[in-house]
């Protein structure tokens, strides 16, 4: 009788973890990623090892909006992955003068308030019109940034997810949302 119980309950372990299993894969296939910080390119929004949550159900029921930081898979190698604000949306032209970033969008330029950006803060002049699906991202800490303005535009399937939270260090966990430009 003893035996068939500590059967039972090996069963009922076996199965509590299995569940748990089939439950932490489909959350990270489908719902949410952890992701680590490597690098300089983001400060001082994020720092080198950071550890953030991101969202990969967002951009299934919308469009990504400018100035959310996202996770994506580096165009020049799918097996890596950047973390990069989004600056210019498909059908825009993205303009940089004077390290200035404006965008043109139907004719109406708006000139990017960017108060997340590193402080001194320089980039050369550059301008690129986006297509369809293409979006222009930049790092924050512009100077040891390697992104849009080296590689090109980012393309909507390359997108991984939504930067949502700032899990580590404990003392700067935050939530995240996109600027208000004006």
């Known amino acids: 009788m003893n035996m068939k119980r500590a059967l039972w309950s090996l069963l009922g372990i076996i199965q509590t973890v299995a569940i748990a299993v089939v439950a932490v894969f489909l959350v990270r296939t489908f719902i949410a990623q952890p992701f680590l910080v490597s690098g300089a390119s983001m400060e001082p929004t994020f720092e080198n090892g950071d550890y953030l949550l991101v969202d990969e159900l967002a951009y299934r029921f919308r469009d990504p909006v400018r100035g959310e930081v996202i996770v994506f898979r580096y165009p020049g190698d799918h097996r890596s992955f950047y ?100």
């Open 83 to 182: 973390i990069k604000r989004i600056i210019g949306l498909p059908g825009e032209r993205v303009a940089i003068k004077n390290g200035q970033v404006e965008v043109f969008q139907r004719g109406e330029e708006k000139v990017l308030s960017e108060p997340y950006l590193a402080p001194l803060a320089r980039t050369g002049d550059f301008e690129v019109t986006l297509g369809d699906g293409e979006f222009f991202m930049m790092g924050d800490n512009r100077n040891f940034s390697f992104d849009s303005r080296s590689w090109g535009p980012l393309v909507r399937t390359d997108v991984m997810g939504l930067v949502r939270f700032r899990l580590w260090p404990l003392a700067t966990v935050q939530a995240f949302a996109a600027p208000a430009y004006p």
